[in-house]
């Protein structure tokens, strides 16, 4: 059984140019597979923008929240202290560990939803079982388009010999 059509290209401008045409006939969904980020790959693909930096924003201003209002609750109702007759609430001291814990979460944040969004680790993908495409890690600039009759035709017509078959 196929899993779907593997296209090498010989480089990113071509990977590009060959997503946008395969996007134009409608062969979604698609994916790509470079030995580094390539620009505008994404979009010619169909990507989505990424919610990762709304998901850090809404993890750092948690941190934020948590440590200012722990702070403010041991310095004020916990365990009022008074030191040298300040008041209890004196936020100017709670700036350094509210700024550090908003970077800590943040990041903590960016980097759990960067491996959960991208199904990291992932193990096994058709994809690896194909020969060449083992080269893609140095050298090689891949089109992963689904298996369809459509999809075959664009591919002979534009591509004849670059295309192999992926099984599943």
Known sequence: MSYGLLLKVDG??????AANQARAEQLAPMDAFTPFPVEGLTAAIGGKPSPIPWIMLVCGISGAVLAFGTMCFAATIHYPFNVGGR???SW???VPITFELTILFAALGGALS???LSKLPRLSH?????SRFRESAQAGFYLLLPDSDQARAFLTARYADSWEEVES
Not at 12 to 17: C, G, K, N, R
């Open 126 to 130: 058709p994809v690896f079982n194909d």
């Open 114 to 116: 960067l491996a959960i």
């Open 12 to 17: 990113p401008d071509e990977l590009v140019a």
């Open 92 to 94: 100017p001291a709670f």
């Open 87 to 89: 008041p209890h609430f």
